[in-house]
């Protein structure tokens, strides 16, 4: 049973094929479907803090205490359940939109999944604008009624984000870091307005710089390996 073993010859070695990594988009949608959680990251991720600062409350915030007034949600749409109003016969969909922080469930009525159905299918990053009924205010589960939806990549893409860089004296006197910021916002000239923010109490000091640019995952980047990660915003 153990004759090749015994004689001291070598086991032949196992020959794996080269395989190249899946892209992240892929690798995180094929662990959502499944394992039904994200493990290696989360869709968000590749846009850090700009889309926490979009965001005005989290799926944990929504779960804990009632949000009043009009919000803004970020995530991306993991599931949407079409359904038709017995009432209009008209289609309407609820939505669940993961955040990071867990699942929020969005109910999107007629009008408005007649006109951003394409924005929401399942996989997409976006940007929910709406509220939370009052009626639901003790309500265990609530739905966020969706009043504006908005694709996150293509909002980054118009430069409709303004952007916030985090000062203080050391890097204010790096000049090469500094000259190489200046080069970066200039060579992503835009509309969207740059803000120089100093402190980091609950009442920073903001200026608004001269340059303005077009908001994009590359720009982020670009800045973040100049000043470092979490000064960007």
Aim: with cysteine; glycine share 8%; hydrophobic share 40%.
């Amino acid at each position: 049973l153990f004759g090749d073993a015994a004689s001291g010859q070598a086991d032949a070695a196992l020959t794996l094929p080269a395989v190249p990594d899946l892209p992240a988009g892929d690798r995180l949608a094929r662990e959502k479907l499944g394992l039904g959680v994200y493990v290696s990251g989360h869709p968000l991720d590749a846009y850090g803090e700009v889309a926490r600062s979009l965001a005005t409350f989290t799926a944990v915030q929504a779960r804990d205490t009632f949000q009043d007034g009009a919000h803004r949600l970020v995530g991306v749409v993991t599931l949407v359940e079409e359904k038709v109003s017995k009432k209009s016969g008209k289609r309407y969909a609820k939505l669940t939109v993961d955040d990071r922080t867990g699942p929020v469930s969005c109910i999107v009525f007629a009008d408005q999944w007649e006109r951003f159905a394409l924005l929401a299918a399942a996989g997409q990053l976006i940007v929910v604008h709406g509220s939370f009924d009052e009626k639901d205010r003790e309500a265990e589960k609530r739905d966020f009624r969706a009043d504006r939806i908005q694709s996150l990549p293509d909002l980054l893409a118009a430069g409709d984000v303004a952007l916030a860089i985090t000062m203080d004296d050391q890097l204010a006197a790096d000049t090469p870091s500094m000259d190489r910021v200046k080069d970066i916002l200039a060579q992503h000239a835009g509309n969207a307005p740059v803000y120089l923010r100093y402190g980091t109490g609950p009442t920073p000091v903001e200026k608004q710089a001269r340059a303005k640019v077009h908001t994009t995952l590359d720009l982020l980047q670009a800045l973040r390996d100049v000043v470092g990660p979490t000064r960007i915003t």
